[in-house]
């Protein structure tokens, strides 16, 4: 692979890695509702869970998706209900401070591992990794390499973006605030399944 492939590689990674979606949003709620230490399982599974979503398409689930479009639509039927249903649990989530009701939980290891496999931007990033970046004559030393700055990128964007909740934790103390936090982000979960499922 050449620099140029290499250094478009890391760009194509990092912004699909860092910019809003299914995933930024859910570890941001859980670093604000839960801490940094309990998100951790969540983010381990979004990493390992993606980057085994992404050697599945490498293997041929990608070219499985492309030829029968109607699993395509399963895949966003699927996801889209899934993201409704944490956008609801982020909705609903006890705000730190409050004592009263169900005590909350994040998302465990599988949970959001077996997540990746319906989130539709996921898929779609991975599809597109591979028919970019993965030549047929190096298919082994390309998606080696692809899987290592997918590992790199997503880690370094699940602790900053848990991080960045941690830190609101400490602003959204006020529970009314945290609510209204947790509804926000609600709403954004949501309106991200619109341009996926579209």
């Known amino acids: 692979m050449t620099l140029d492939l290499f250094l478009a590689m890391v760009g194509f990674t990092t912004v699909t890695a860092f910019t809003p979606g299914p995933n930024t949003i859910m570890v941001t709620a859980s670093g604000v509702n839960f801490g940094f230490m309990r998100t951790l399982p969540h983010m381990c599974g979004i990493t390992l869970g993606f980057l085994a979503m992404v050697i599945g398409c490498a293997a041929g689930l990608g070219a499985v998706l492309t030829a029968f479009p109607a699993l ?108 209204i936090f947790n509804w926000t982000m609600a709403a954004l979960l949501v309106i991200s399944i619109v341009p996926m499922v579209i």
Do not use: C, H
């Open 72 to 179: 395509q639509i399963v895949l966003k039927v699927a996801g889209g209900l899934y993201m409704l249903w944490l956008a609801w649990k982020i909705a609903t989530a006890r705000p730190s401070g409050d004592q009263q009701g169900e005590i909350p939980k994040p998302l465990t290891f599988w949970q959001a591992a077996l997540f990746q496999w319906v989130n539709p931007k996921a898929v779609i990033v991975a599809i597109s990794a591979i028919a970019i970046y993965v030549s047929p004559d190096r298919w082994f030393a390309d998606l080696a390499l692809l899987l290592t700055v997918f590992a790199i990128v997503t880690i370094l964007s699940v602790v900053a973006w848990t991080g960045f909740g941690v830190v609101l934790r400490r602003v959204l103390a006020n529970e009314r605030v945290a609510r």
